[in-house]
């Protein structure tokens, strides 16, 4: 056994090594917090017991994405498998592949607004009629918008209604606040006295932010969160950007159609990788980014109706556990899309899992992987994070999840779109992976949305799952 720790210690200065190069910038960037030390025995007995927890759970599962999880700035363990476009499968998916985070980027719009708060240009108890005249709904607050405590109905159910709102057109931040404001369907409570997980409360948010800064969402992240974090491959998705964005997929390979939501943002819409997400939860341990008090008061639980461990704070789920544990996290799921992030701030460990074919393993390998750092009981193990399903409705019963809801037709095809000259195309020779088409009107846009014809199953091997050490090729964009 003695000649094995000297290998075991090359194997993890190796590793760890590789990991401080990626990504080089300023040294900020690098070393947002001192680097724990891990005896080369300790980081190998984690390696062993993360590889074994994912490859049952995730890689033995028809898994498409990619893994990583660090600790103290270390990276224990990272993994890329499968292709951008399963059915396909000539674009191995790598580390600079960019994956649809879906609810798991509200807290980047939690904490801009927070940095806001602290620059003092806007207020946690600043009502929203104060951006938007004409608001109908009095005495809803950013705080209650951070907490999903407005009360404010789901726009991904009230848009769904056919006299008020074309289903053919394209449903934008700007369109939500105008259908509120001109046909105010009915709040589901009086501010501040329930949680109620809705969609609408974060695409009021980040349209706050753009009231405030001047600038188009997407462009005052890139400016004050993304390009300062050396996260290069992070983007809020725009219509631009949709020859480089994923699609999704179902678990049988086959192609998950768009819909009239891609546009909105705030609530959704960050596309990043592993190591982004990783210099994002480092950054969070910095005070130069955000300050301690401002963030700390971001994990402070704020919907206490009911005794239990799950809780909601500003931007952030929480599991606070009974035996004084704590995971500050939010997971997941826009169409195929189903993103797992945890942070173990007592451990400084992260757990990111980001993928474009549907699973909810993903959710259950995560938060298996809680108990490798400590003792974390981590109940309801089975809980749907949906965002298309609000949590804790009026009458109990939570309505079904959109994409069961609807159900793509055999007769649809997904059209591309293209940014710069909108048109619509309906030859079967645009079936392509990039955002359907849309014709563009002043303030949102018309697509003609098809499915694409199902996709025959094959029985073709994934590649072998790349242990990484230096970042991989950029993939090509389609």
Known sequence: MLPLVPLLFICACKLNSESGKEGSGSQAHQQPFEKEKIAPAEFYRYKQRLAANFDTMLLNRNFNGGILVAKGGNILYETYVGYADPTKQNDTITANTAFHLASTSKPFTGVAIMKLIDEQKINLDDEIRKYFPGFPYSGVTIRHLLTHRSGLPNYLYFMDDKQKWNQTTMVSNKDVIDFLIGHQPPKTAS???????????????????EKVSGKAFPQYMKETIFEPLGMTNTFVYTPADSTRALMSYKPSGALWANDKYENTYGDKNVYSTPRDMFKWDSALYRE????KEILD???VPRSNEKPG???YGYGWR?????NGKNVIYHFGKWHGFTPAFARLTDEKAVIIILGNQYSQSMYEAAKRTYNIFADYITPDSTMVEDDTLPTGPVDGRPPPSKEAKKPVKKSEKVVPKKTPEP???KSAAAKKTARPEVKQTKTTQKKSVVNPAPVKK???QKPA??????????KKSK
Do not use: E
Request: net charge positive.
């Open 191 to 209: 501010p501040g006295t329930r949680f109620q997980y809705s969609n609408t409360n974060y695409v009021l948010l980040a349209s706050v932010i």
């Open 458 to 460: 094959t029985k073709t």
């Open 309 to 311: 461990v799950h809780n």
């Open 297 to 299: 008061s971001s994990f």
């Open 465 to 474: 799952a790349q242990k990484v050490a230096t970042p991989a090729t950029k």
């Open 288 to 291: 130069d980014f955000v300050k």
């Open 318 to 322: 929480m599991l606070n556990l009974r």
């Open 423 to 425: 048109k619509v195309v």
